[in-house]
C-alpha cells in the first residue's frame, strides 16, 4: 500500500508562484518517474511535467520555462514550482508516481490539489 499527499495548492494572482509538493509513503522500495498532471474543468488531464530517479525531466511546451520539477529521492518527494503563472494553468493538479514496492509496481495518483490563477 503506497499513498501520494500533494500540497501547496491555492489562489495566486497572474504572474505570481506556487510550489507544490507530493510526498510518497508505504512500502515503498524504489521509485521510477514521478510527475505532475492536471485537469481543467471540461478539459482532459494533461502531463504537465515529470522526473526521473536521475533527474531527467520532461515538461509540457505549455510550461517549459515558467515550471520547473524537481525530487528529492531521501523523502520520496517529488516539487514543482510554478513561476509566472496564468490564469490557463488554472486546474486540479495531480501527482502521479511509478512505485515498486515488494509485491507490485504500482502506477499512483494522489487526490489532487487546486491551483486557481486570478487574471
Known amino acids: 500500500q503506497v499513498q501520494l499527499v500533494e500540497s501547496g495548492g491555492g489562489l495566486v494572482q497572474a504572474g505570481g508562484s506556487l510550489r507544490l509538493s507530493c510526498a510518497a509513503s508505504?512500502?515503498?522500495?524504489?521509485?521510477?518517474?514521478m510527475g505532475w498532471f492536471r485537469q481543467a474543468p471540461g478539459k482532459q488531464r494533461e502531463l504537465v511535467a515529470t522526473v526521473t530517479g536521475g533527474g531527467t525531466t520532461n515538461y509540457a511546451p505549455s510550461v517549459k520555462g515558467r515550471f520547473t520539477i524537481s525530487r528529492d529521492n531521501a523523502k520520496s518527494t517529488v516539487y514543482l514550482l510554478m513561476n509566472s503563472l496564468k490564469p490557463e494553468d488554472t486546474a486540479v493538479y495531480y501527482c502521479n508516481a511509478d512505485i515498486y514496492t515488494s509485491t507490485a509496481y504500482l502506477h499512483s495518483w494522489g487526490q489532487g490539489t487546486q491551483v486557481t490563477v486570478s487574471s
Open positions: 508505504g512500502s515503498i522500495v524504489s521509485i521510477n518517474v
